[in-house]
Nanobody, 114 residues
Framework: QVQLVESGGGLVQAGGSLRLSCAAS????????INWARQAPGNQREWVAG???????NYADSVKGRFTISRDNAKNTVYLQMNSLEPEDTAVYYC????????WGQGTQVTVSS
């Protein structure tokens, strides 16, 4: 059974950093791309960053240059390093994978205070 478990969220001041983790199980991790998305209160869920099975990365314009996505296939984990955080980055962050269907983790809260 596919499982995605996010961790690493928390409260941070503007300009600070956090590293989120997405631990995956139940599928051949190294064969699939993983994406991060976020949802702020009252807003739709939006895509943030993605990494393919071979490590090609892509970012939303709003986070480009501040966030870095990476993966460790030995640990079945994808990371999202978030630097220069802004209050607008406050949201619940989710990782997702599409194998036979789309799977989401439960999310981790990130709160950036001004």
């Amino acid at each position: 059974q596919v499982q995605l478990v996010e961790s690493g969220g928390g409260l941070v001041q503007a300009g600070g950093s956090l590293r989120l983790s997405c631990a995956a199980s139940g599928f051949t991790f190294s064969s699939y791309g993983i994406n991060w998305a976020r949802q702020a209160p009252g807003n739709q869920r939006e895509w943030v960053a993605g990494i393919t099975s071979i490590g090609v990365t892509n970012y939303a314009d709003s986070v480009k240059g501040r966030f870095t996505i990476s993966r460790d296939n030995a640990k079945n984990t994808v990371y999202l390093q978030m630097n220069s955080l802004e209050p607008e980055d406050t949201a619940v962050y989710y990782c997702r994978v599409f194998t036979t269907r789309l799977y989401w983790g439960q999310g981790t809260q990130v709160t950036v205070s001004s």
